[in-house]
């Protein structure tokens, strides 16, 4: 059990809320946040991905509650998302969980850095309608879940900002990829947990508490904040931090 007073704990209690916050309001980043923050620790790639893959099954399925409360999920994209993105997930994390951490670690930076950029390009490109039919929508859930495992983070970045690029629906993209991830996080969080072991993953329990606690802010906001600003400063955290562990 870890100190619950240690400055340690209360740095993990700190990134989930605030990656959380973000995340609630933009449908992603949590993952990419939190990830890049725990590899600024010391954390190994694997060990790193999967403390916050195990923490986002109590976030996401806080936040998907709140998004479903507040009517912004479309149950026919979380039909068409959900099972693509968890087989993804699956094989994305036994991959991760057996490729050496040192020979991993500036290809996850190298990636988030890649996050970073497409988030940004997301953020400046012009969008077009698009309905629930689009062809490409499991394509995007088996990529996202893929990345997401193997990164650290990556659901939102990809599924949420392609999905929001091809002129998806605001409101229902942002709660439908929220509480989908609630399945595909739970699929990966068990594959590193039979892989690991959860005495790997037992400092999680402060990225679980902060986040938990910022989940059902997130939905609250997401009607307040301008998009475009809020992820062009989560594309230059993301690329900073990740540039800073790889050079």
């Not at 087989?87 to 996050?115: F, K």
């Not at 929001?164 to 399945?183: P, Q, W």
Request: aromatic fraction near 8%; glycine fraction near 12%.
């Amino acid at each position: 059990m870890p100190d619950l007073l240690s400055s340690e704990f209360l740095t993990f209690v700190a990134i989930g809320f605030f990656a959380q916050i973000i995340d609630g309001a933009l449908g992603m980043a949590f993952g990419v946040l939190a990830t890049t923050s725990l590899l600024a620790v010391g954390m190994p790639p694997a060990v790193a991905s999967a403390m916050t893959h195990v923490t986002e099954c109590f976030t996401t399925a806080a936040s998907g509650l709140s998004h479903l409360y507040h009517r912004n999920v479309d149950w026919r994209l979380v039909v068409r998302l959900a099972p693509a993105g968890m087989l993804g997930g699956a094989i994305g994390a036994y991959l991760l969980s057996s490729i050496d951490a040192e020979m991993i670690a500036p290809l996850v930076s190298l990636y988030l850095i890649g996050v970073g950029i497409f988030i940004l390009y997301k953020a400046f490109r012009p969008r077009w309608p698009r309905d629930v039919r689009d062809w490409i929508i499991p394509y995007v859930g088996g990529a996202g879940g893929l990345l997401d495992a193997m990164g650290g983070g990556g659901w939102g970045p990809i599924v949420t900002s392609s999905l929001l690029g091809r002129g998806h629906d605001l409101k229902k993209v942002i709660g439908s990829t929220n509480l989908t991830e609630f399945a595909v996080t739970t699929v990966i969080s068990l594959t590193f947990i039979l892989a690991l072991g959860w005495s790997e993953l037992s400092s999680a329990l402060g990225l679980i508490l902060g986040g938990v606690v910022a989940a059902p802010l997130g939905a609250l906001v997401v009607n307040k904040l301008p998009v475009k600003p809020l992820m062009i400063a989560v594309s230059l955290i993301i690329i900073g931090t990740a540039a800073v562990r790889l050079f």
